[in-house]
């Protein structure tokens, strides 16, 4: 019954590795974004997707690369994972103007 | 480019104090502003959407009002109890459906 899921809820990695975190949402909404909450708790947007097509992409590096394969799914892939890219990563989705967060991945790089 | 504030950063209040959060905007060209609560180690929540035509919203012990034109919203809550204890985030909506977030109270409610 969740609306919207992500997985995994944590992620501990070395830093150079590849990772990816999963995204699904089943509220039927149009639009999906993923945010990162950084330690002092600010909220910063990534990307946002409309029915699979990147509409927002903003100042993130190329290591992180969204993949939308339907209208229900973003999932995030990053690259050579580094110190910096520890924070806890969140998924959401919207139709119109009201936001649904997933529960988070708190991603460790060692 | 939008830039969301919160002010105070962290607030203490014993049980059954009413309280105010606050939430400015630089940019008064919004769609429409939203309450959040994120407990520890857990999503977001929302509490309360004020579309931009809208003065203020309200559930239960909840009131949000928005003056858009002075770029500030505040979240009025009644009788506190603790477990309201958690962060409190507004997130502006502009168009493009961007969405920008404040930097979030911390509330602790003290029994």
């Known amino acids: 019954d969740t609306a919207v899921s992500q997985t995994p809820k944590y992620l501990v990695t070395q830093m150079g590795n590849d990772k990816s975190i999963k995204c699904e949402q089943n509220?039927?909404?149009?639009?999906m974004y993923w945010y990162k909450q950084d330690s002092k708790k600010f909220l910063k947007i990534m990307f946002s997707?409309?029915?699979?097509?990147?509409?927002i992409n903003e100042t993130v590096p190329n290591r992180f690369s969204p993949k939308s394969p339907d209208k229900a799914h973003l999932n995030l892939h990053i690259n050579s994972l580094e110190l910096g890219d520890s924070a806890v990563y969140f998924c959401?989705?919207?139709?119109?103007?009201?936001?649904?967060f997933g529960s988070g991945t708190q991603l460790s790089v060692l | 480019k939008q830039e969301v504030t919160q002010i105070p950063a962290a607030l203490s209040v014993p049980e059954g104090e009413n309280l105010v959060l606050n939430c400015s905007f630089t940019?008064?060209?919004?769609?429409?502003l939203q309450w959040f609560r994120q407990d520890p180690g857990k999503g977001l929540t929302s509490l309360l959407l004020i579309q931009s035509s809208q003065r203020e919203q309200t559930s239960g012990r909840l009131n949000a009002s928005l003056d858009k034109s002075s770029g500030r919203s505040t979240l009025y809550i009644a009788a506190s109890q603790p477990g309201d204890s958690a962060t409190y985030l507004c997130?502006?909506?502009?168009?493009?459906?961007?969405?920008?977030f404040g930097t979030g109270t911390s509330l602790t409610v003290i029994p």
């Open positions: 997130a502006v909506g502009s168009n493009g459906n961007q969405f920008y």
């Open positions: 959401a989705s919207s139709h119109g103007e009201k936001l649904f």
């Open positions: 509220l039927g909404h149009d639009t």
């Open positions: 940019d008064s060209a919004i769609y429409n």
């Open positions: 997707y409309n029915n699979k097509e990147l509409i």
